[in-house]
């Protein structure tokens, strides 16, 4: 009886090890890609200028945003949280860079990747986790959940 228990185990093991390996080969669909990477170019030249409405903007109505600082919901919370960033740091030279960028189909976008930025002089860097949802008018697609540290 044993056997058998092991031998549907090992089974089940396999039938979900295969499938995800085979996944592991997507392709990432290149309309979204640059719909993703123009959003991040158009969130290091908001913050830039800084301009927390056009950063909100980017955002999806509903969407959160988890910080060291705290967790912010909505465009308008965000608005408020980059706000008082812009003002107390006076960050210059914000960078970007979408490491790994997965578009599964039938699953929203999601993306792993690092930023930099200065405060007078001195470099800061970190990491961050993003997820997407279309916009409702089609075309950009707004941040729904991103994950900064």
């Known amino acids: 009886m ?21 996944q592991e080969k997507e392709e990432v669909n290149p309309q979204i890609l640059q719909l993703i990477e123009a959003n991040d170019k158009a969130y290091d030249e908001a913050f830039n200028k800084h301009d ?17 600082d705290g967790v912010f919901t909505g465009q308008a919370d965000i608005e408020k949280r980059y706000t008082l ?44 986790f993003l997820v997407y949802v279309p916009a409702p008018a089609g075309g950009a697609w707004k941040v729904s959940t991103e994950v900064i540290y």
């Open 85 to 128: 960033l812009l003002e107390q740091t006076h960050c210059t030279d914000h960078v970007n860079k979408l490491d790994q960028v997965h578009t599964p189909l039938g699953v929203n976008p999601w993306a792993v990747g690092s930023w930099t930025a200065k405060h007078d002089t001195t470099p800061y860097t970190g990491f961050r």
């Open 52 to 68: 927390a409405a056009a950063i909100a903007a980017l955002y999806s109505e509903n969407a959160v945003l988890m910080t060291p």
């Open 2 to 22: 044993k056997t058998h228990v092991l031998a549907t185990l090992v089974g089940l093991a396999t039938g979900f090890v295969v499938p995800a390996t085979a």
